[in-house]
């Protein structure tokens, strides 16, 4: 079973019935004790890095999230929930993520052309710079999918498994043993996003 963390922020239910069209059972839950019983859990997220990461440390479960990662259960991060799992953001100020992955969060502004549009939406290319994650069992370099954003993750080369390129190649997608993280939203990038999503659920490893 897979727990999506529900604390008010995300895509909730367009994830939910993603996993359902892969024949995965999926809950949205904000229960501490479901998503500690869950074989893997969803960080969603989408609007701003301090809110989420503020309502994170008041319901206790960044510290849940941490001690899961600790453990060895699989978490994946979407959109802001990815960026939530970087040490730090600089949107509008500074704040504390969960510190799962080395790295900070900073505006897309600071590396891409000044002609080109904020926020990155739309679809945008996967190039792959560590073919062997399992997220990308079942899809292929250069596959699309679909972007909503205005920072992206950086100083994670280590932790990088593929770019997007806008500009410049922005983070897309990372992996660190049982932690992993998408930029982009697999809810909303038809096939190949369902398909990200089954190379999450058929993960078996650990931390």
């Known amino acids: 079973m897979i727990a999506i963390v529900d604390y008010g922020v995300g895509n909730l239910f367009s994830l939910k019935s993603s996993f359902a069209a892969i024949g995965a059972e999926a ?40 001690q899961l990662a600790q453990k060895g259960t699989p978490i994946m991060g979407i959109c802001l929930g990815m960026q939530l799992l970087f040490d730090e953001s600089f949107e509008f100020g500074t704040h504390r993520g969960l510190g799962l992955l080395k790295g900070s969060v900073k505006p897309i502004a600071d590396v891409i052309p000044a002609d080109l549009k904020i926020p990155h939406i739309g679809w945008n ?10 997220l990308f069992t079942h899809i292929q370099e250069g596959d699309y999918v679909y972007f909503v954003h ?3 993750a950086c100083d994670c080369t280590a932790d990088t498994v593929a770019t997007a390129e806008y500009g410049a190649p922005l983070t897309a997608a990372v992996q660190k043993a049982n932690v992993f993280g998408c930029q982009f939203h697999p809810e909303k990038s038809g096939e190949v996003g369902l398909n990200i ?8 490893g650990k931390a």
């Open 125 to 134: 290319a996967l190039t792959f710079t560590k073919a062997d994650c399992p």
């Open 197 to 204: 999503l089954r190379g999450f659920c058929e993960w078996e």
């Open 27 to 66: 809950i949205v839950t904000s229960d501490k004790a479901k998503i500690t019983a869950a074989d893997k859990v969803i960080l969603p997220g989408v609007g701003a890095f301090e809110d989420a990461a503020k309502k994170l440390r008041e319901s206790g479960l960044d510290t849940l999230l941490t």
């Open 150 to 152: 205005s920072y992206y």
